[in-house]
């Protein structure tokens, strides 16, 4: 499936690149790859240079600062090989290739994600950047009505254009709050004022969620004792709660703004 990214992201028309393949070769010797990292270039089958957001193309402001030094933003259009989906390894390879902050939009068969990093000034080596934080979607089916909200998110005049650091926090929360769809059915949105609040709470929710995937496998291993597996039973209840609270306060949230909570499939 070949995913229309332009119609979902909405640039303007000369921030479009003219969709040239990035050769793995290159990517490897950009950033140094080691054998090991080369080998997860395997499971891509094609890399393209999508776009650039920069003052020249599309008039949003770089961001220049003691912390950042942000003066476009790359948008790279990456094909999975074979069945492999093993996005978010990739996408942590890709974001690592560039200097400049990256969005990779993946396409896994008939499925999609979409990943945002944002970088900083390196504090140990003047002149250089370092990522400071990546948002994924993880994989999901385009064709999926839950879906629809966040994909009219991504659109360009749908988010804020003060500077390019603003434009890409607002991209890497879109993606943090889509992961909350699968458990509430719905992609949270909320009013302006409680929009921090609302990935506060997806990002407790992650947390939690990771926990329990984590005790139950704990709980799965073939030496756990009964004892043991007892007392990672009521672990894996308390975390729940836990996490169940989260999402109550997620829908509380939206239901404030006024949006249909509802859980569809």
Not at 64 to 93: P, T, Y
Not at 107 to 126: F, Y
Not at 162 to 187: Q, V
Request: charged content about 30%; overall charge neutral; aromatic content about 4%.
């Amino acid at each position: 499936m070949r995913m229309d990214w332009r119609d979902v992201l909405r640039l303007p028309e000369a921030a479009y690149a003219s969709g040239r393949r990035i050769p793995k070769t290159v990517l490897a010797s950009r950033a140094m790859l080691t054998k090991r990292e080369e080998k997860v270039l395997d499971k891509v089958r094609r890399v393209e240079h999508f776009a650039t957001v920069s003052k020249g193309t599309t008039q949003v402001l770089p961001r220049v600062d003691d912390d950042h030094d942000i003066q476009s933003v790359i948008i790279l259009r990456c094909q999975m090989a074979g069945d492999s989906q093993a996005v978010a390894e990739v996408a942590g390879l890709l974001h690592g290739c560039f200097p400049n902050p990256t969005v990779i939009l993946q396409e896994a068969g008939d499925q999609v994600a979409v990943s945002v990093d944002i970088t900083r000034r390196s504090l140990a080596e003047r002149g250089a950047t370092v990522v400071s934080g990546v948002e994924s979607t993880g994989l999901f089916d385009p064709g999926d009505e839950r879906y629809a909200p966040f994909l009219r998110a991504l659109a360009f005049e749908n988010l804020p254009q003060d500077d390019l650091l603003s434009y890409l926090e607002a991209l890497a929360g879109c993606a943090r709050l889509s992961r909350a769809i699968p458990a509430l059915g719905f992609y949270p949105s909320c009013a302006p004022g409680d929009r921090e609040r609302l990935l506060e709470l997806v990002a407790e929710y992650d947390r939690c969620q990771r926990e329990v995937d984590e005790l139950a496998e704990r709980r799965r291993g073939s030496d756990v004792s009964p004892n043991e597996s007892a007392r990672l039973r009521m672990e894996i209840r308390k975390v729940e709660r836990r996490r169940d609270g989260r999402l109550d306060e997620i829908r509380r949230l939206c239901r404030r703004d006024g949006q249909n909570t509802e859980v569809t499939r």
